[in-house]
């Protein structure tokens, strides 16, 4: 999301944007984004600085670390960013400080559930769905 600091009215801009995650770089191994990333952002400017009141809707898909079940997690957050605007240099992105504030969000170790019972060690039965027979 860039933004051209002179074209800024003085009562302010919105902007709404949805963004594909891999334009962000944000996909890993664990971490899948199946809907776009909505960004809302109200931007403000006072002489040499711009603030922007950033609003993000997303949800990312993980893996259980105990069960090994796919998880979808919904993610709403409100968040604001500070720049210097300088006269040679009037063209801000927001995009590197967006993608921080995500991923800032991916959890060391996702749980489908905080009393998820995982997988049995012998057998492999998921224990949140059948209790096996193994000691």
Partial sequence: MKINANQILPDGLCLEEEVVASTLELETEIVKF???IKIKADITKITNALSADVFLKYSICVT???CLKEVEL???K???LNYLV?????LIDLSPDIREEIILDYPLKPLCDPDCKGLCPKCGKNLNEVECSCR
Avoid: H, L
């Avoid at 300088?86 to 009037?90: C, H, R, T, V």
């Fill in 86 to 90: 300088s006269k040679s240099e009037s």
């Fill in 74 to 76: 919904d993610f709403n």
């Fill in 78 to 80: 409100n968040f604001i």
């Fill in 64 to 66: 259980c670390g105990r």
């Fill in 34 to 36: 199946r809907k776009p």
